[in-house]
Nanobody, 112 residues
Framework: QVQLVESGGGLVQAGGSLRLSCAAS????????IRWYRQAPGKDREFVAT????????YYSDSVKGRFTISRDRAKNTVYLQMNSLKPEDTATYYC?????WGQGTQVTVSS
């Protein structure tokens, strides 16, 4: 089973940017579909974006479309989530997922 480790979270002002990373170990992403989710306190986990490892096709939730970009680096076996124009409502713990594997999450806090 693949192990996932997220990093890159932090505290940023509204309008700022962060880039999250999701590194895989134990096996490569190979033909996987990799997803980012987020969960704010007291709320359900919410889909953010997905990317297909083979062809890089990406899809986004309406709440982040146009502001976030998901990408992959085959050589590093890593998926990224570039987050621009951040809003306070983007504050959450962000998780990456593939198949049944989940990372531990990385906290993103956007101050107004």
């Amino acid at each position: 089973q693949v192990q996932l480790v997220e990093s890159g979270g932090g505290l940023v002002q509204a309008g700022g940017s962060l880039r999250l990373s999701c590194a895989a170990s134990g096996r490569t992403f190979s033909s996987s579909v990799i997803r980012w989710y987020r969960q704010a306190p007291g709320k359900d986990r919410e889909f953010v974006a997905t990317i297909t490892w083979t062809d890089g096709s990406a899809y986004y939730s309406d709440s982040v479309k146009g502001r976030f970009t998901i990408s992959r680096d085959r050589a590093k076996n890593t998926v990224y989530l570039q987050m621009n124009s951040l809003k306070p409502e983007d504050t959450a713990t962000y998780y990456c997922n593939t198949f049944t594997s989940w990372g531990q999450g990385t906290q993103v806090t956007v101050s107004s």
